[in-house]
């Protein structure tokens, strides 16, 4: 599944499938994303982050992709699980910089 | 062995009430922040203290005090409890110098829930 929305989106993925998230960043001086989780009651957590000198970057199960020609970030998570539902952030920065500017965030829902 | 904390959890006021909230660092990390999240989970950043020192004012009105006693903590402090205060607050911390080799990244407490009546 795949979703773009500037108001909080909800994606809803089958578990095992893929899902991708979309963000827009809106500075063109950032260099520096990072995409958080945010599970409900918790506070966010780091899951991948990429700098501007990188198109990709690969983790455990999750792929950063950076488009800065269009100010796009994308979160591809393979093989969902149960334990991936949660609400998505991209945030933005000039690395160094002590102010990080984050996305509306997407809600993914797993359906078992 | 929490690397931020943040006391209470859940806080319940009534309008005017004076109130804080106390955020804790074991990380060793030198900057600390607070950010506002309201019911539509927008995050925004309110202030930022770099070993004690305030280095970000997001324009948040001065009912809202911060005070950081060490690097290890950062308390905000508000007066004059309004409705539109209702919202979580969440602390979080970074090492400005990256001295872990960790990613470029802050790292967040659970929040702390504040409902005012």
């Known amino acids: 599944g795949e979703n773009v929305g500037l108001h909080l989106p909800t994606l809803s993925v089958q578990e095992g499938d893929n899902s991708i998230i979309n963000c827009a960043y809106s500075?063109?001086?950032?260099?520096?994303f990072i995409w958080y989780k945010q599970e409900s009651g918790k506070g966010p957590q780091f899951i991948i982050d990429?700098?501007?000198?990188?198109d990709k970057r690969q983790g455990q199960r999750v792929t950063v992709l950076l488009n800065k020609t269009v100010k796009h970030l994308s979160l591809q998570i393979a093989a969902t699980q149960p334990g991936d539902s949660a609400v998505y952030f991209c945030?933005?920065?000039?690395?160094?910089?002590?102010?990080?500017?984050f996305g509306t965030g997407t809600r993914l829902t797993i359906i078992p | 062995d929490t690397a931020v904390s943040q006391t209470p959890k859940y806080l319940v006021t009534q309008m005017g009430n004076d109130k804080s909230i106390k955020c804790e660092q074991n990380?060793?990390?030198?900057?600390m922040y607070w950010y506002k999240q309201d019911s539509k989970k927008f995050l925004k950043i309110m202030f930022s203290?770099?070993?004690?020192?305030?280095?970000i004012n997001e324009t948040v009105p001065n009912r809202f005090s911060p005070k950081s006693p060490d690097k290890a903590h950062l308390n905000l402090h508000i007066n004059s409890l309004e409705l539109g205060d209702s919202a979580v607050y969440f602390c979080?911390?970074?090492?400005?110098?990256?001295?872990?080799?960790?990613?470029?990244?802050?790292?967040f407490g659970p929040g702390t829930r504040l409902l005012v009546l």
């Open positions: 500075n063109s001086a950032s260099d520096y």
């Open positions: 203290y770099n070993n004690k020192e305030l280095i």
């Open positions: 990380l060793g990390h030198d900057t």
């Open positions: 990429i700098r501007s000198n990188m």
């Open positions: 979080a911390s970074r090492d400005s110098y990256n001295r872990g080799g960790l990613p470029e990244t802050q790292y």
């Open positions: 945030a933005e920065t000039v690395f160094g910089n002590e102010k990080l500017t």
